[in-house]
């Protein structure tokens, strides 16, 4: 596993952070010793357990992806809570399968906003930070959806590219702040966005993939937090797919 050395005083920012890919990398981050700010539309078991376990180290507030102001604020809470912001991942995310032709005008923009909006206005209030110290980490989570055309993901396929998009073009524009911007691209893992795929769907992915199987949840982890790390440091702008080879 790739390791982020212990940084005293970092603070990592890590959106989606109670659950699936969120979850490893908080937990992650904090055994690393950052100290880790995280938010979700609601708690769960392992929220309320690491806030007690790790009270100087760890924050989470409520916040709403669809809810630009709650994302403002929740990075000017993180600033007065723990006076910097060092990293940002834009983890989390939501997935609606449904053919375009039958999906409301309200879903669409529920979708674009979740997806694109979101990470957009977090990257912006966290770089706004990050701009007056010695720079920061941005790291993008985007999907194979993005490279790849699939059935019923059409807007969510949409946002995602224009996701990878933004960061090749945020790369250019904050590098001379000493700000790195990435994309990774998971390919098909475990987590709850995949947790309808059937047995059969799961089986058929393996064997279309060249390494013949779907991500462990800790190797999309450990591309994302070597793109953290000292070793990534002349890396930025760079689209970092991770999907045992289905889009080759």
Not at 118 to 135: E, F
Not at 190 to 219: F, H, K, Q, W, Y
């Amino acid at each position: 596993m790739t390791a982020v050395p212990t940084i005293p005083g970092k603070v990592a920012v890590v959106s989606g952070g109670s659950r699936g890919l969120g979850r490893v990398l908080v937990e992650r981050l904090l055994g690393d010793g950052w100290r880790v700010a995280t938010f979700s539309r609601t708690t769960s078991d392992f929220i309320d357990q690491t806030t007690v376990a790790e009270e100087r180290n760890f924050w989470w507030r409520q916040a709403d992806l669809e809810e630009s102001q709650s994302l403002v604020e929740f990075v000017s809470a993180v600033v007065q809570r723990f006076q910097r912001i060092d990293l940002l991942i834009n983890n989390a995310g939501v997935l609606h399968q449904e053919l375009l032709l039958t999906m409301s005008a309200k879903k669409i923009n529920s979708l674009i906003a979740s997806n694109l909006v979101a990470p957009i206005t977090l990257a912006r209030a966290c770089a706004k930070q990050m701009s007056r110290q010695d720079g920061g980490i941005v790291i993008n989570v985007s999907s194979i959806n993005a490279i790849r055309g699939y059935r019923g993901v059409a807007v969510y396929s949409a946002a995602k590219a224009g996701l990878d998009g933004f960061s090749r073009s945020l790369a250019r524009e904050l590098g001379a702040l000493n700000i790195r911007v990435n994309s990774v691209v998971p390919g098909f893992f475990d987590t709850g966005m995949t947790a309808r795929v059937t047995s059969d769907n799961r089986d058929r992915i393996g064997r279309r993939t060249p390494l013949g199987r779907l991500a462990d949840i800790r190797e999309i982890a450990d591309a994302t937090l070597f793109l953290c790390s000292p070793a990534a440091s002349f890396i930025t702008g760079q689209t970092i797919v991770v999907d045992g080879g289905i889009t080759c």
